[in-house]
């Protein structure tokens, strides 16, 4: 009798899980890619949630160090050696799956998988480096699984593919001669788009009875090829050749693979542990340049780039769900996510708890509610070497441990 209390009272559960503990991961991390609703035991589900998230990175001791008017923007010391770096966001989820034959199991969803938002604005001593950045992504997938019945449980086979859609821009100011001159801001801006095709691999392990389960799910990279847009220097008149000028340019880039494993047991009636390791392989990132696609000479290093300098990402989570009544459930988790940055950029260590809450009126209707507070851990940015290219010798800075909160609510119907 209590093995059959394992699958009736926690294997939703889980799906708590991956709302007990948004956080804000590094690199260009926020939803990531979840395919938890495909292992829904309903035949039929259509899911729609959405999380909020609050970093609050805030640098300090800021210092413009490189002062040239031509190549630096010009001296910057004097405005503020503060500013508020990172921007509230949002994560948006849809998804619809369904059940054939008890052995086939397909889902379709829309998500935003990655992006990145930092806006400390035009009033600081580094912004030669950035006014404000923001990246996006759309990603609208497919993926399915067949099972079949292996020992105690079943052994289930996960395969799909999904298309991205990626846009984004960055201002920065290039030059504070025009300001002097009074014939523009100084300030240039780079638009970019694009998107390409990935795939989904993996596998899973269940035994229903004890709500047990284990995955292992491969994503691939995403290839932007034709990473095009526009450099708009039309604020900068002083700048050779491109000076008061909308150029076209194009570059490339890579949305990075990753692999997760994740575990799922029920330890006791109506008590379940579960958890979580994901390699994200960020280090692909490090500078992505940008050249005219008009003819125009291309500058060495690019007309422009985004310097990321990533390194790989690792993300660790576990926690516990308990089902308290036929209506309610709830989970706690704890998430460690190594930061990204390397000396040059201010993705740090994070560390999150989250609290996660399930209330079904009815068989069909599943109302879920999180919320999570985390750290973001100190560090410093500065002028970094890595293959002969330098990073970050425009500006430095230091941050302390900073917060970071999310809270997040989705409507499940099940059919």
């Not at 100011?173 to 001159?181: E, F, G, H, I, R």
């Not at 990075?256 to 799922?264: A, G, I, M, R, V």
């Amino acid at each position: 009798m209590a093995s059959r209390m394992f699958s009736k009272g926690v294997t939703s559960l889980v799906f708590l899980s991956s709302l007990a503990s948004p956080s804000f991961a590094g690199g260009l991390e926020r939803g990531g890619y979840n395919i938890d609703q495909l292992f829904d035991t309903s035949p039929f589900s259509f899911q729609s949630g959405v999380t909020y998230v609050t970093p609050q990175r805030k640098l300090k001791d800021v210092r413009d160090t490189n002062t040239s008017i031509f190549t630096g923007g010009g001296n910057l010391n004097s405005r503020p050696d503060t500013a508020d770096d990172t921007s509230n966001y949002t994560i948006p989820y849809i998804g619809f799956k369904a059940g054939f034959a008890d052995t086939i199991d397909c889902l379709v969803d829309y998500s935003e998988p990655f992006g990145g938002h930092t806006n400390p604005g035009l009033n600081w001593a580094g912004a030669n480096n950035n006014i404000e950045t923001e990246i996006k992504t759309r990603n609208y997938g497919g993926t399915c699984s067949y099972r079949f019945d292996v020992g105690p449980g079943q052994l289930r086979f996960i395969g799909g593919a999904f298309y991205q859609e990626v846009e984004g821009f960055k201002e920065r100011l290039v030059s504070t001669l025009p300001l002097l001159l009074g014939n523009g801001t100084g300030v240039g801006r780079l638009d970019i788009d694009d998107s390409g095709w990935g795939w989904r691999a993996g596998l899973a392990y269940e035994i229903p009875e004890y709500a047990m389960r284990a995955s292992l799910v491969y994503n691939s990279r995403v290839k932007y090829d034709d990473l095009s847009g526009t450099v708009d220097l039309r604020q900068v008149p002083v700048v050779p050749l491109y000076g008061g000028l909308v150029t076209p340019v194009s570059g490339s880039a890579e949305a990075p693979d990753s692999l997760e494993l994740k575990l799922q047991s029920g330890i006791a009636p109506d008590w379940l542990a579960f958890g979580s390791v994901k390699w994200t392989n960020w280090s692909v990132l490090q500078s992505v340049t940008f050249c005219p696609t008009n003819g125009l000479p291309c500058p060495a290093g690019g007309l422009t780039s985004l310097d990321l300098l990533y390194r790989d990402g690792w993300t660790i989570s576990g926690g516990v769900g308990h089902k308290f009544n036929e209506q309610w459930a709830g989970a706690v988790s704890l998430t460690w996510d190594r930061g990204t940055s390397q000396g040059y950029g201010a993705q740090t260590d994070s560390w999150t708890l989250g609290l996660g809450g399930a209330y079904t009126p009815t068989e069909h209707i599943e109302w879920r509610f999180a919320g999570a507070v985390g750290v973001l851990t100190s560090g410093s940015s500065g002028a970094v070497t890595r293959n002969g290219v330098t990073y970050g010798d425009d500006v430095s800075y230091s941050f302390d441990d900073d917060l970071v909160a999310a809270l997040s609510t989705s409507i499940k119907i099940k059919f």
